[in-house]
DNA sequence: TTTGACAATGAACTTATGTTTGGGTTACAA
DNA sequence: TTGTAACCCAAACATAAGTTCATTGTCAAA
């Protein structure tokens, strides 16, 4: 990595060393431990090239708070704890399929065999809580570019904001789809994902959002 | 998970406050931190449920370190299981975006800070370092089903097999397409995603396979 | 040689943060 | 009642740990 080679030996040291100190301790050096690893020993140092692995881009730092230093960057030969420990699987309860014709479930049974893992990353920092997955089976979400088979993660709620993707039950059509909600205050307007395709206009009374999609998910063959 | 259910209310907090502050800041929360976040405004109860939780086996501390914490046991989340696991967790480089028009660069700079972090489960057990990642931009690629700013998780070949998506360039289009591949003998049938559009045929001369598609991952807003 | 940018120093300083103390409440058993 | 255990509280305290500052060394450009 080049942009690491242009470091100074000290500063490269004391990313090894931080992310050593990580796995070891599970949370960051002080600038004092920094100090005696590296063989400095005044804190304005190691103070000083702690900035300035700050603006190379390999830290980041919060000021004034103790051992507030994050790895940001993958070192070479690191274990890069960091970086991963700052995103966790989360494992999602999969609670069936959206078909049309079909109102979801969202009450499920808890089953955790049956669970999808996650990046924590790709739940928009919603409470994992209200998180559930559905597979989608047939075609009929094709309009919103969800596929046969897609993995769809959803945040339970009953309420929308305009612009959110969401699971809605429409009893006059009697189906479950996936689409941008937007209210028009006479109306909902479902809007597809597929800018191609026309949007649908249905009473509030006739629309029950189940869900809002935080992301969704696609594994080929 | 029992021995959880066993805690004391005030102790789950903190375990679910411990986990999102780490996840959020990369190093623990200090004493004070915990208490402003569970409604505990006398840092001797924090300190006297911490090591509650150390007795529990769910917390390491190390005494007289500021953060000196450390979780150490998996946290069921209500019906959610929080999963600290390093492993399973792949970084995958995200080497730019694929627009039509353009060939898709699958040698890069390998730059770990644009990496994205992909579950391996989603990888099909494909070896890691054959993965890269792409951000379609624009809706050129909507025949195949994925939309503007869809992650693309792809493995680097230059050959596929039936039935498999794949990035390939079209030299006589001048453009980069997502396909499904069928080697017809005589031609390349590439057929979209999306099964209310028709196949291209192309010359195999005509037709160079850059990646495999192993998944597509789409964040809503 | 002078200049200036960069790097290093150590001590003084400030504040962030863990620990202790002395005292409360509640529930429950003896 | 008394005692005891588990839990909770506020404030005082001690120290862990970040920041600042005046000064010095180094080295390359002018």
């Known amino acids: 990595m080049k942009e690491?080679?242009?470091?100074?030996?000290?500063?490269?040291?004391?990313?090894f060393?931080?992310?050593?100190?990580?796995?070891e301790h599970g949370f960051p050096p002080?600038?004092?431990?920094?100090?005696?690893?590296?063989?400095?020993?005044?804190?304005?140092?190691?103070?000083?090239?702690?900035?300035?692995?700050?603006?190379?881009?390999?830290?980041?730092?919060?000021?004034?708070?103790?051992?507030?230093?994050?790895?940001i960057k993958a070192i070479p030969n690191g274990r890069n704890v960091m970086v991963k420990s700052t995103d966790s699987?989360?494992?999602?309860?999969?609670?069936g399929t959206i078909v049309a014709g079909h109102p979801v479930n969202v009450e499920p049974e808890v089953d955790h065999a049956n669970a999808v893992e996650v990046p924590q990353q790709w739940l928009s920092g919603v409470d994992p809580k209200d998180v559930f997955a559905l597979t989608v089976h047939g075609d009929s979400m094709i309009d919103a570019m969800i596929a046969d088979g897609d993995l769809v993660i959803?945040?339970?709620?009953?309420t929308a904001r305009n612009g959110d993707m969401v699971a809605v039950w429409l009893d006059e059509r009697n189906e479950t789809t996936l689409k941008y909600f937007y209210d028009e205050g006479s109306r909902i307007r479902l809007q597809p994902a597929n800018p191609t395709m026309g949007p649908i206009f249905v009473d509030y009374r006739h629309c029950q959002v189940q869900g809002k999609v935080l992301s969704v998910m696609r594994r080929l063959k």
């Open 4 to 15: 690491f080679e242009k470091l100074s030996e000290r500063q490269r040291n004391i990313l």
């Open 17 to 23: 060393f931080m992310d050593h100190y990580m796995t």
């Open 30 to 71: 002080t600038i004092r431990d920094i100090g005696a690893a590296t063989g400095i020993d005044s804190t304005s140092v190691v103070n000083y090239n702690l900035n300035k692995l700050v603006d190379a881009g390999f830290l980041e730092r919060v000021a004034s708070k103790s051992r507030g230093l994050r790895l």
């Open 89 to 95: 699987l989360l494992r999602v309860p999969h609670v």
């Open 154 to 158: 959803l945040r339970k709620t009953t």
